[in-house]
């Protein structure tokens, strides 16, 4: 079954906030994760990636943070815009198991005006 | 930018009829993989390439779908017959791979599937 998964299934946060999106994961082998962001009716669309001799990464307005100890990862968005809304997926990269990309159930994301 | 090119996007075929997917990786993408994703969930892995062989296909119900890559490029993947529980999307995904992780990983827009 699945191995990934996310605290909420939704979030609403006021426009210009930040915003944190969370996930828990239970393989401790996994060596590589991976925030997708997927807007409706599209594929999902790669934001940020961290690898586990890591724990933390920064992009443009996003952070990943990861938490090997208790097997947590998260997504911050800062000044969070109309055009974020979407559902967020965390991936892990199953290094000992065919290296397979596994996905959580995912976390929408609903922004306040 | 380099996309990963999928067709038909949108298809609506009726229960026991044929329907097929059609996939063109991003140039260089060694690993190709189709998922399905079902309205509110993660996408779910049904089959992996390496080059032209399979590398997972364990999630793929074999009474019914199959997926081929010939020359290791663009890939087709088929559902015979098609049966109301397949209406979901139909999610290709091309990667690099450096040792055990998988760069680059990309998907195209997906095939809407709608089975009536």
């Known amino acids: 079954g699945e191995s990934v998964g996310l605290h909420l299934p939704t979030l609403s946060v006021q426009e210009g906030d930040n915003s944190i999106i969370n996930c828990a994961y239970s393989?401790?082998?996994?060596?590589?994760f991976i925030w997708y962001k997927q807007e409706s009716g599209k594929g999902p669309q790669f934001i940020i990636d961290?690898?586990?001799?890591?724990d933390k990464r920064q992009g443009q307005r996003v952070t990943v943070l990861l938490n090997k100890t208790v097997k947590h990862l998260s997504l911050q968005i800062a000044a969070t815009q109309p055009g974020d809304s979407a559902v967020y997926f965390c991936?892990?990269?199953?290094?000992?198991?065919?290296?397979?990309?596994?996905f959580g159930k995912g976390t929408r994301l609903h922004i306040l005006p | 930018e380099a996309e990963v090119a999928q067709s038909p996007r949108y298809k609506i075929t009726e229960k026991s009829q044929a329907v097929a997917f059609w996939c063109d990786p991003i140039s260089g993408h060694a690993t190709l993989y189709w998922y399905r994703q079902i309205l509110g969930q993660g996408p779910e892995l049904l089959v992996q390439?390496?080059?032209?062989?399979?590398?997972?296909d364990s999630q793929l119900p074999k009474d019914r779908f199959s997926a081929e890559r010939l020359k290791g490029v663009d890939s087709t993947l088929k559902i015979q017959p098609a049966e109301l529980g397949d209406s979901a999307m139909y999610l290709c995904?091309?990667?690099?791979?450096?040792?055990?992780?998988?760069?680059?990983?990309?998907f195209g827009s997906g095939t809407r599937l709608t089975v009536v």
């Open positions: 390439f390496q080059d032209e062989s399979v590398v997972d």
């Open positions: 991936a892990e990269n199953m290094v000992n198991r065919d290296d397979k990309i596994i």
């Open positions: 995904a091309s990667s690099l791979k450096d040792g055990p992780i998988n760069y680059g990983y990309t």
């Open positions: 393989n401790s082998a996994s060596d590589y």
């Open positions: 961290i690898r586990s001799n890591m």
